[in-house]
């Protein structure tokens, strides 16, 4: 094994040591596992909270900062964050306009962050929750029941961000968080297998010469395997698979998202033939994303996120952002 870590023990606490000595913008809590944003809590502004095992970045932690969330709590590799730190950042952020938690479906996080929410309301901390579940390649999962929580992360917290940045009351924030959920589909390939820290090995075992179709972001096995494609077949299947269950009319954003270990220069271009296949099928691209945002440590691989927008989620979209992993704007 060879990572350029200290021990497995300390993976995710030093890596919260690190943010904080990059990122003085944040207060992170490194016993706590924490991150908000040291401005937080900002007066008649909703609080936005995500988070999620640690193995992800930047996934949620990055994505702390204005036109976005306002917290992130950190598990352990690939676990759930406890209830406790939910409720602790919920009061770190809540300015008594309430909290919209935002939960990838995972069973793990779905049930802490159901439990983090009821244990804040009697806190007095008006909450919500947004349920991400984006994944078009299976059903069910080892992690889940139902569909599981990938890229459409990104684009919920971005654009739920952006609204609770301009006033927006938390009834609706929460609306246009689900809205944009509803909106995305994703699909993920794996050229390799993840390797966690305390394990030392792969998740799973891909031979030689083989691709997963249809990972998740834990390393789960897909829908399918197959001896390995190039990136124009590679594009054909998985945006097929996307569009074929979200049925865009109109324009899309498109996340071309690398898992961990995948250059850029091979990500730029599969993104690509996304958009080759994309203009195939007539659906207009409004804007693109490219690179490493939702990971699964060390995987090589992609995955292909698609959102419907129109005027007011793209202009939501468009507006300024500052985190340590998506800057535009101001």
């Excluded at 124009?232 to 945006?239: L, S, T």
């Amino acid at each position: 094994m060879r990572m350029l870590i200290n021990v497995p023990e300390t993976v995710v606490a030093d890596a919260l040591r690190g943010i904080a000595a990059a990122h003085p913008e944040l207060n992170v809590d490194v016993a706590g596992r924490l991150i908000v944003r040291r401005d937080a809590p900002v007066a008649g502004k909703v609080g936005l909270v995500s988070g999620g095992g640690s193995g992800h970045e930047p996934l949620h932690a990055g994505f702390v900062g204005p036109g976005m969330l306002s917290a992130a709590c950190a598990g352990e590799v690939y676990t759930s964050p406890v209830p406790d730190q939910m409720v602790r950042a919920a009061a770190a952020v809540d300015s008594g306009a309430g909290v919209l938690f935002v939960v990838k479906n995972y069973t793990g996080d779905v049930l802490n962050f159901e439990m983090a929410a009821e244990l804040a309301e009697e806190e007095g901390i008006r909450v919500e929750q947004v349920l991400v579940d984006d994944d078009v390649a299976v059903a069910d999962s080892t992690f889940t029941a139902g569909r599981r929580g990938t890229g459409a992360a990104l684009f919920v917290e971005k654009i739920a961000g952006a609204l609770a940045d301009e006033g927006a009351p938390l009834e609706r924030v929460a609306e246009v968080a689900r809205q944009v959920n509803a909106n995305c589909r994703s699909f993920g390939v794996a050229l390799s297998a993840a390797t966690t820290p305390a394990k030392g090995s792969p998740t799973f075992d891909l031979p030689p010469g083989e691709l997963e179709l249809g990972i998740g972001i834990h390393g789960e096995p897909g829908r399918e395997r197959r001896p390995m494609m190039t990136s124009g077949e590679i594009a054909d299947f998985a945006v097929h698979a996307v569009l074929e269950d979200l049925r865009p009319n109109g324009p899309v954003l498109a996340l071309v998202n690398g898992m961990g270990a995948t250059p850029l220069l091979e990500l730029y271009g599969f993104n690509a033939e996304v958009h080759r296949v994309l203009s195939e099928r007539r659906v207009p691209v409004a804007r693109t994303l490219v690179g490493n945002y939702v990971t699964s440590l060390d995987m090589a691989g992609c995955s292909v996120t698609l959102c419907r927008v129109d005027e007011e989620l793209l202009r939501l979209w468009d507006a300024p952002v500052r985190t340590a992993a998506l800057r535009w704007g101001r």
